[in-house]
Structures are given as structure tokens and as C-alpha cells.
């Protein structure tokens, strides 16, 4: 396990290249290094190598137009006398702020700590609040339930061409922002389960818009996936006493349809599917209250199928 502090980075990484960019400016305008050195409470030879360039910067935060504003704006501030240290201080930490809210310090620092990527972390903005942790579950849950269809040999098989995602909303989704799932999606590749990256929130359109349809219904079904339609799994699913759900393929009010459809039966069945319709690849969707619960049915449900 790799432990680094947000904090570590902004030490070592931005503060150097801050450092470096602001000193070449007051150069630029005339300034001594001993002048540099004083205001920026460093040594003449410290001025030195940032003028001579042999002081690692990190690019990302060189190359970005907030940092290069903000040291324009200081330096233009302190030659014109008309910012103190106080001034330049709530300059470089508001930037600091803003590279902690899912930028370039958040790259960086997923890079040192590769068990936050895929993630969502914005640990610097909102702390540990319960939404952070609600978070947390739901991505958790995803990449559980991928991990479990990877190690299962019954699933590439019920892949759709178009590809399988699995999803899971927080509590209160109010839209697909708020759902879960696998960006890309999960692919055959050459007879292996392919899952392409972590799961992020907003990564999925149709399994997302399916969990808010059913969750506007009943809120316990948070979760679902997507296989290719096979009469054997759905025979399966009778024999285990669930009950199905056919609804048309058309993706136009798909999930209005769906949602008056779940009305009208008074619940969410475990599984849904259509039979396809052209140019539409048969589907099968199936509910969870989260995703590792839709991916355990799934895979049950194909192994049954199988034998």
C-alpha cells in the first residue's frame, strides 16, 4: 500500500514549480536574484537553478492556464508594490484549492496512490461526509460485481455485441451523473471478459436510465446489468420462482415506458428483457439491490443455464 498526503504533493510538486515560474517572471521584469531569494524566502542559489531550469517542475501544473495566471497575476502584483506576502499566500492556496477539487493535484496524487483511481476522490474539497462514503460503497460495490463476472467462465458468452455493463445508483440518483458503472463497458476479447477500467460515475446511458426507472418504483433496486437475451436463462429464471418482465426493444421513452410498465405490475421484477427488434440486439437486464446482488443472480442464472 502507498500513503501520501494531498499535502505531500503540493509540498514537493506545486510549491517547486510555483517557485520556479514566479522567480523566471520577476526575472523577466528586472528583478536581482537577491531580490527573488528575499521574496520568495529562498536562497540566491535556489534563484539560480530555477533560473537555469535544473529544478523538476511538474509540466501539469505548468502547462495549466489557472497556475500561469496566477503567477502573472502575483508577479505583476509585486513589481507594481501593490501585493504583500499576504496577498500572494491567499493567491497560491486558492489554486491549491482548485488543483485539490479534481485536478491536476488529484492526478498526481492517484498516480502515488493507485487504490484511489476510478475513484471519484475529492477527500480535499468534502471530507469524510456520509455522501463521500455513500460514494465510496457504490463505486466499491461495481468493481466487486466486475471482478465476480471477470472470474466467471459462464458469462462472456451472454455478452452483447453492444456490450455488458453493470450499474449501481446512490440512494437519492436523481439522474445518470448519480449512477455507477464501467466506462467503455465490458467486452468479449478474445473469449475473456474485458473489463475495461474502474467504474466512474456518469459512465453508463442505458443500464443507468433502467436502475432510475426501476428505483423510481422501488428506491431497494439500485442496481443492474445487461445480458444478451437467451431463452435458457429466462427458463432458469422461472424455474427459481422469478418472475419475468417483457417489454418492447424501443429506445424512444424507453425508460418512461419501463417505469409505467414497473407501476403497473406494482414491483420490480428481478429480471427484464426484450426480445430485440431491428437493428436492436435482444437484452436481458437484470436488478439488484446492488451491483455485487445483480452479478451473483447473473452469474447463477447463466451457470443454471448451462447445465
Wanted: glycine share 8%.
Amino acid at each position: 500500500m502507498t500513503l501520501q498526503l494531498p499535502s505531500e504533493i503540493v509540498v514537493e510538486r506545486f510549491l517547486p514549480t510555483a517557485r520556479a515560474m514566479l522567480a523566471t517572471r520577476l526575472d523577466e521584469k528586472g528583478w536581482t536574484q537577491q531580490e527573488i531569494a528575499d521574496q520568495l524566502g529562498v536562497t540566491q542559489a535556489a534563484v539560480s537553478k530555477y533560473g537555469s531550469g535544473s529544478v523538476t517542475v511538474e509540466e501539469r501544473f505548468r502547462e495549466d492556464a489557472r497556475m500561469q495566471q496566477t503567477i502573472e497575476r502575483i508577479a505583476d502584483g509585486l513589481a507594481a508594490g501593490e501585493m504583500d506576502e499576504f496577498a500572494v499566500l491567499g493567491e497560491l492556496l486558492a489554486l491549491v484549492r482548485e488543483f485539490e477539487d479534481r485536478g491536476p493535484i488529484c492526478a498526481v496524487h492517484e498516480e502515488e496512490m493507485p487504490a484511489l483511481q476510478g475513484m471519484g476522490c475529492d477527500l480535499c474539497v468534502r471530507g469524510t461526509d456520509t455522501a463521500v462514503k455513500a460514494e465510496r460503497a457504490v463505486l466499491s460495490s461495481v468493481r466487486r460485481a466486475t471482478r465476480l463476472l471477470a472470474d466467471s467462465a459462464v458469462v462472456v458468452d451472454a455478452i452483447p455485441n453492444v456490450g455488458m455493463n453493470v450499474g449501481m445508483a446512490l440512494p437519492d440518483a436523481g439522474d445518470a451523473l448519480d449512477v455507477a458503472a464501467v466506462p467503455g463497458r465490458i467486452h468479449d476479447l478474445r473469449g475473456r471478459v474485458n473489463v475495461p477500467s474502474n467504474p466512474e460515475f456518469g459512465a453508463s446511458e442505458h443500464v443507468a436510465g433502467t436502475i432510475l426507472a426501476a428505483m423510481a418504483v422501488d428506491p431497494s433496486r439500485r442496481a443492474a446489468l445487461n445480458l444478451s437475451t437467451d431463452e435458457a436463462v429466462l427458463d432458469a429464471a422461472h424455474e427459481q420462482g422469478i418472475e419475468l418482465l417483457e417489454f418492447d426493444a424501443g429506445y424512444e421513452d424507453r425508460d418512461e415506458r419501463l417505469e409505467a410498465a414497473f407501476r403497473e405490475r406494482g414491483g420490480v421484477p428481478r429480471v427484464i428483457y426484450h426480445s430485440g427488434a431491428f437493428g436492436i440486439e435482444p437484452i436481458t437486464y437484470v436488478f439488484g439491490e446492488s451491483a455485487v446482488e445483480a452479478a451473483e443472480l447473473a452469474v447463477e442464472l447463466l451457470a443454471d443455464a448451462d447445465t
